[in-house]
């Protein structure tokens, strides 16, 4: 579980959205990294636990196999809120709307960036506990490699 969490923080620092949209490098933006960084910290042992804790089973490969189309959501959420942002800034985000428009575009944007933090882990933890209530099922389980040990019939 270390190393997946130590993934994901490396994966969160290198691809950090708010790089690439143009940040304002001030207490916001530290504050938001903070928070980004508590979250996934969270999220990953809120995962864990949701797959039985040190009981589990496969937490790694369940979690890498959850994270991808959960990863694909939350991408495609982020690019349309992205784009969204791009193409209304100007009308938006004016002195008639905002007595700061930088201010309030960066709190938005911020705050959405936190948002899809939270849906990621929000999947992720979902997804492991239909795994286990799928495990629970009589004749429906996963075997220790993974696959479905199928109903006889």
């Known amino acids: 579980m270390h190393y997946l969490l130590a993934s994901f923080l490396l994966v969160l620092f290198v691809t950090y959205y708010s790089l690439w949209w143009g940040v304002i490098r001030d207490w916001l933006f530290y504050l938001e990294l903070v928070v980004l960084t508590i979250i996934t910290v969270i999220g990953c042992l809120k995962a864990f636990e949701a797959n039985g804790g040190k009981q589990?089973?496969?937490f790694v490969l369940r979690a890498i196999c959850l994270s991808v189309p959960a990863g694909v959501r939350v991408n495609?959420?982020?690019l349309l809120f992205g784009l969204t942002l791009l193409f209304t800034?100007?009308?938006i985000f004016s002195s008639i709307n905002f007595a700061d428009p930088q201010r309030a575009y960066t709190i938005i944007s911020y705050t959405g960036f936190v948002?899809?933090?939270i849906y990621?882990?929000?999947?992720?933890?979902?997804?492991?506990?239909?795994?286990i209530i799928f495990e629970k099922q009589p004749n429906n389980s996963l075997n220790q490699s993974g696959t479905i040990n199928a109903p006889p019939g």
């Open 76 to 78: 495609i959420f982020s």
């Open 56 to 58: 589990g089973n496969s």
């Open 89 to 91: 800034e100007e009308s």
């Open 120 to 131: 990621f882990w929000w999947l992720l933890i979902f997804g492991f506990n239909r795994i």
């Open 115 to 117: 948002g899809f933090n």
